[in-house]
């Protein structure tokens, strides 16, 4: 069973600290990894996606990616109370175009004022 | 336009009800999909859509009947519906039908009386 797994949270978090989100997952052969942010109510927003072992930056979020170890994390710098979210970690196991996304039960983050 | 638009934002339906729910892009993407989402639950894929041709259907009942009438267009019908049906139906696009990268809708929230 092909599995991706997130804490469920909630995270807590003051205001101007940094957020760490984890996501691991089970095939090793996993390819492309994707961050969203979903706040209640609303449709997931593809905020980050990473192919490659590493960093990957944009503005105050930094994905990390290590295949060895089978994990991928996101983090937010200065978090701010917007940021409060449920945020899915996707992985697609292979390049194969039939191949689809599985999705992480996702980790609510609450930013602290 | 880099948005997926879908309507109608909500809907409230009985059993006997025939209704479809609409999503449109113009970003010139190839792919798009269906999903549905339980509150507190992550994205369920239903249907894909691949340069207009339904290229996988997740064994979703036949009360749920996809069309895309050109590449910009993806429709679900709905007749029949039971009340374990309500949830979020979210429509995405991605320029390749590889699953990566997918763009959200803001879905239809659909309740089933």
């Known amino acids: 069973q092909k599995e991706v797994e997130q804490n469920s949270g909630p995270l807590s978090v003051p205001e101007g600290a940094i957020a760490s989100l984890n996501c691991t997952y089970s095939d090793r052969g996993s390819q492309s990894f994707f961050w969203y942010r979903q706040y209640s109510g609303k449709s997931p927003e593809l905020i980050m996606f990473i192919y490659s072992n590493g960093d990957k930056e944009d503005g105050r979020f930094t994905a990390q990616l290590n295949k060895a170890s089978q994990y991928v994390s996101l983090l937010i710098r200065d978090s701010q109370p917007s940021d409060s979210a449920t945020y899915l970690c996707?992985?697609?196991?292979?390049?194969?175009?039939?191949?689809?996304?599985?999705f992480g039960k996702g980790t609510r983050l609450h930013i602290l004022p | 336009d880099t948005e997926v638009t879908q309507t109608p934002k909500h809907l409230v339906m009985g059993m006997t009800n025939k209704k479809s729910l609409k999503c449109e892009q113009h970003m010139g993407h190839r792919a798009m999909y269906w999903y549905k989402q339980k509150a507190k639950k992550p994205p369920e894929l239903m249907f894909v859509y691949s340069y207009e041709k339904l290229s996988i259907n997740e064994s979703v009942p036949s009360r749920f009947s996809p069309e895309c009438p050109n590449s910009s267009l993806l429709n679900l019908h709905l007749h029949a519906l039971q009340p374990e049906d309500s949830a979020l139906y979210l429509c995405a696009s991605s320029h390749e039908a590889n699953y990566n990268e997918q763009f959200f809708g803001p879905g239809t929230r659909l309740t089933v009386l």
């Open positions: 996707a992985v697609k196991q292979s390049p194969r175009r039939d191949d689809k996304i599985i």
